[in-house]
């Protein structure tokens, strides 16, 4: 009994312990001793030659690929950034001032006017009641009183709001420098009533080019009328130098009366060369030598011969050698012309 019962658990004892070894050797577990450790490997896959990983990854990824649902693009919503782009200072013009769109931006400098140069100045920068500071626009023919604050954005009186700081504005030693970033201040002066540029007599802008371009054509014309003393008759200097020169006198040689007449010329070349100039010249200088010796006078807006009658009157707003060199060059005075140049 007791033998065939341990026979019966020795044949399951050999039983499983084949099971066992069938179990070991179709999962090819292996036990390998590194270092006295025990390192158990798992299964093993089947080896892959490495020349053709790369073709089976392709064409795994390629099987991927065509089996993912077909999707469609999404639309690209176009973001309209807003850019905030300051005013330039160029273009404030918040008074809507004409002739001030396009202001230039440049350092500037203001001299008053007649090369006057206290050591300190001050210049209107505010209407008040006993002197009025206004700008007339000349499109919208609205007349504005001016006032010149920092810390406003307009000129005009009636447009400021809040506290309003009156700012000076002062010329030392008959100067005043702006630097290009003080625009308000140079756009007040270019519209300032005071300034000689809107028809004012205090102040103006300097400016090197055009005050060397006057230079050169005040010598030009210096030069010009220089060349025309020379070449004119002596009848003709006569004529200028009676009407130029206060000095004049009837006795004077003709070296006399150039030197005094060269000296007015300095003075004055554009009078100089106006009156040498004119048709009427040789008729003026005529009626001066007459009025001179006493064969013609004048008085109280007319012209008189000898014998006390009216030759020709003369309005208030004619000059009386004009109006004198008009008759006598007229069909009515012509004659009497004849007469005064036989007579001198």
């Known amino acids: 009994m007791s033998e065939e019962k341990k026979h019966w658990k020795t044949l399951e004892k050999e039983a499983k312990e084949k099971e066992l070894d069938s179990q070991e050797k179709d999962s090819q577990i292996e036990k390998i001793q590194v270092n006295n450790e025990e390192?158990?490997?798992?299964?093993k896959e089947p080896s892959i030659p490495l020349s053709q990983v790369g073709d089976l990854v392709a064409?795994?990824?390629?099987?991927?690929?065509?089996?993912?649902?077909?999707?469609?693009?999404?639309?690209?919503?176009?973001?309209?950034?807003e850019v905030h782009i300051p005013i330039a200072v160029k273009d404030q013009n918040f008074d809507e001032i004409p002739g001030l769109e396009d202001f230039e931006i440049k350092d500037r400098m203001y001299v008053l006017c007649n090369n006057y140069k206290p050591i300190s100045r001050g210049i209107r920068n505010r209407s008040k009641p006993n002197s009025t500071l206004t700008y007339l626009n000349p499109v919208t023919k609205q007349t504005h009183s001016l006032r010149y604050s920092v810390n406003q954005t307009s000129f005009f009186e009636d447009k400021q709001k809040g506290d309003v700081r009156v700012s000076p504005i002062e010329f030392k030693d008959?100067?005043?420098?702006?630097?290009?970033?003080?625009?308000?201040?140079?756009?007040?002066?270019?519209?300032?009533?005071?300034?000689?540029?809107?028809?004012?007599?205090?102040?103006?802008?300097y400016d090197p080019a055009k005050e060397a371009t006057e230079e050169i054509e005040k010598e030009d014309k210096l030069f010009e009328a220089q060349t025309l003393v020379r070449s004119l008759s002596f009848t003709k200097q006569d004529a200028i130098a009676r009407i130029m020169c206060s000095d004049y006198k009837e006795e004077w040689v003709s070296s006399e009366l150039k030197r005094s007449l060269y000296s007015a010329v300095a003075k004055s070349p554009e009078k100089f060369l106006k009156l040498a100039n004119q048709p009427s010249l040789e008729a003026k200088g005529i009626a001066k030598t007459a009025l001179y010796r006493g064969i013609i006078s004048y008085s109280n807006y007319k012209w008189y011969n000898e014998q006390k009658e009216v030759l020709v009157e003369v309005s208030r707003n004619e000059d009386e050698l004009d109006a004198i060199a008009g008759y006598l060059l007229s069909g009515k005075g012509i004659s009497f012309y004849e007469f005064l140049k036989n007579a001198i």
């Open 39 to 43: 390192v158990v490997e798992t299964e």
């Open 59 to 81: 064409q795994e990824v390629a099987k991927a690929l065509a089996n993912l649902p077909i999707q469609q693009p999404e639309k690209v919503v176009e973001v309209v950034k």
């Open 174 to 205: 008959g100067m005043l420098r702006t630097t290009k970033n003080n625009i308000p201040l140079q756009k007040f002066l270019a519209i300032h009533p005071d300034n000689k540029a809107n028809g004012g007599s205090i102040f103006e802008e």
